[in-house]
């Protein structure tokens, strides 16, 4: 059974930083993409950032320059620094990625780690 689990929300003030983490665990053949999407109240789900296994990067435009995504391989496990971070922000952040097991390729999603930024 291969599960996603996400860390590292929380609070935080206007310009602060935190960094989310999410790792994947189960029998797991290999990993191509992994991303980060955030869906916040009465809005629709967004992706924030995504990185693929041969490190191509795609960001939202709302977030460039603030905000970076890295994986490590090794450990099945995709980052996103988010730093100068404001209100907007906010949202239920959620990991996900296309995971090979089984010999089939499916996307999964992590359970979402909340992110409140206050002014």
């Known amino acids: 059974q291969v599960q996603l689990v996400e860390s590292g929300g929380g609070l935080v003030q206007a310009g602060g930083s935190l960094r989310l983490s999410c790792a994947a665990s189960g029998t797991i053949e290999s990993i191509n993409y992994m991303g980060w999407y955030r869906q916040a109240p009465g809005k629709q789900r967004e992706l924030v950032a995504g990185i693929t296994s041969g490190s191509d990067l795609d960001y939202a435009d709302s977030v460039k320059g603030r905000f970076t995504i890295s994986r490590d391989n090794a450990k099945n496990t995709v980052y996103l620094q988010m730093n100068s971070l404001n209100p907007e922000d906010t949202a239920v952040y959620l990991c996900?990625?296309?995971?090979?097991?089984?010999?089939?390729?499916?996307?999964?999603w992590g359970q979402g780690t909340q992110v409140t930024v206050s002014s």
């Open positions: 996900t990625a296309n995971i090979r097991a089984d010999r089939v390729i499916r996307r999964y």
